[in-house]
């Protein structure tokens, strides 16, 4: 069974914090490259930070410094601690595996709930 559940969202002012939550089932999580997405109202999904199996990162330009992508193999989990958050930032977050290049999101057939942010200035 295909799993991503997405938590942990919520509204904050700028410069808060939330910590997003991913829990995703083993035939997802494997061992594959997981990222976060970030789909802003009325736009297109993209990823902001992904992580490799063994730990390795990278971060959108706008997302560097700010947000910190974290793993647990064993739980199947990922997670996302955003920071000094911005009114940008605002939108439906989203777990999913990740390519290792380039940041638009790929046409997957599933996708989870995900988790909203609403950040107010």
């Known amino acids: 069974q295909v799993q991503l559940v997405e938590s942990g969202g919520g509204a904050v002012q700028a410069g808060g914090s939330l910590r997003l939550s991913c829990k995703a089932s083993?035939?997802?999580?494997?061992?594959?490259?997981m990222g976060w997405y970030h789909q802003p109202p009325g736009e297109e999904r993209e990823l902001v930070a992904r992580?490799?199996?063994?730990?390795?990162?990278e971060y959108i330009e706008s997302a560097e410094g700010r947000f910190i992508i974290s793993r647990d193999n064993q739980e199947s989990a990922i997670y996302l601690q955003l920071n000094d958050l911005k009114p940008e930032d605002t939108g439906v977050y989203f777990c999913?595996?990740?390519?290792?290049?380039?940041?638009?999101?790929?046409?997957?057939?599933?996708w989870g709930q995900g988790t909203q942010v609403t950040v107010s200035a």
């Open positions: 992580i490799g199996p063994n730990g390795h990162t």
């Open positions: 999913n595996t990740a390519l290792n290049f380039g940041w638009r999101a790929p046409r997957y057939e599933f």
């Open positions: 083993r035939n997802i999580f494997g061992f594959n490259t």
